[in-house]
């Protein structure tokens, strides 16, 4: 991980649709050695994902949750379980396996709490697994972002 591909992760991070010619101007290589970096970085799995960020009460998705769910057992096969329905669940837009009060952090977007009841009963409360869940709602959408400070990288 050079100075170079640290730059151009700066930037695709903040706007992936840049030209080749666009990040040789900003990272000083030519356009064809910045997407052979960038080509190289994907299929090392530096660059994960190349998403676009979707307003979501533009697309009727206006309440997002955070929710704290506490599983019963934690045997290897309900925990692989969990992790598979959340990650082939449409509304959950990202989980996360933790340590702490809860076992896992879901968070998900609904089009309104009717359809979070919906998702609660499907998810949660058929689940025998699922001792308990505590509901947070997001009020106002601070900060939204998954970009990784790259500056860190190069100490």
Known sequence: MDKFNLKLLELVQKNNRLTAEQLSEKVGLSPTACQKR????????????????????????????????????????YLDQFKKTMRNTPEVMQCFYVTGNADFIVILSAKNMKAYEDFTRRYFFENRNVKRFHTNVVMDEVKLGLSIPVELLEE
Do not use: F, H
């Open 38 to 77: 960038l080509k190289k970085m994907r299929e090392d799995g530096v660059i994960r994902e190349d998403i676009a960020v979707v307003n979501r009460s533009k697309v009727g998705q206006s309440v997002t949750l955070i929710v704290e769910v506490t599983l019963e057992s934690e045997r290897p096969e």
